[in-house]
């Protein structure tokens, strides 16, 4: 059986476009707490020392509490490392020297104050107001029409001359 000329397929594209979107900003905010959470570590001394299946499970478990907490689609503009830092300041000021052991208790009052901190500063740092590449397409193409104006009133001024 075949398809007729007067069947019409429509697709609406607008959901998936927005879910591509939103999962790139999500896979982006991951990695995002996924790296700043290896600084925290590499920062309070945790990896020296330390099987890596152990900072693993403990990495994984803080990344996972503290997506958790986090709305979709936000990402931060700062780096991995200066948000590190700040953090490590904050828990620093809170734990002391217990820091370093502090992380990898697996204790949810503690696991909360960390991924609180953790949410606390993501939140409040500075975010890419745009995840998708409709701003360049935007200045490409203003660039191209005043390329456009810019060789017209060429070509017209030299058609007078």
Not at 71 to 80: A, E, F, Q, Y
Not at 90 to 97: C, I, S, T, W, Y
Request: hydrophobic content about 45%; glycine content about 8%; aromatic content about 8%.
């Amino acid at each position: 059986m075949g398809v007729g000329k007067d069947t019409e397929i429509e697709v609406d594209w607008t959901d998936t476009d927005t879910e591509i979107v939103e999962d790139e900003a999500e896979i982006r905010l991951w990695m995002f707490v996924a790296m700043m959470t290896v600084h925290v570590f590499k920062m309070c001394g945790t990896l020296h020392g330390l099987e890596e299946d152990a900072w693993v499970r403990c990495s994984q478990r803080l990344v996972n509490k503290t997506m958790e907490g986090l709305p979709r689609g936000i990402v931060p503009s700062t780096t991995t490392k200066k948000m590190a830092k700040s953090v490590v300041q904050e828990l620093g000021a809170k734990f002391g020297k217990r820091l370093k052991h502090m992380l990898f208790l697996e204790d949810p009052g503690v696991d909360a104050i960390i991924t609180e901190c953790f949410q606390s500063h993501i939140q409040g740092s500075p975010r890419e107001t745009c995840s998708c590449g409709w701003c360049i397409f935007l200045l490409c193409g203003l660039f191209v029409a005043l390329a456009m104006v810019l060789i017209t009133t060429l070509g017209f001024l030299f058609y007078l001359q």
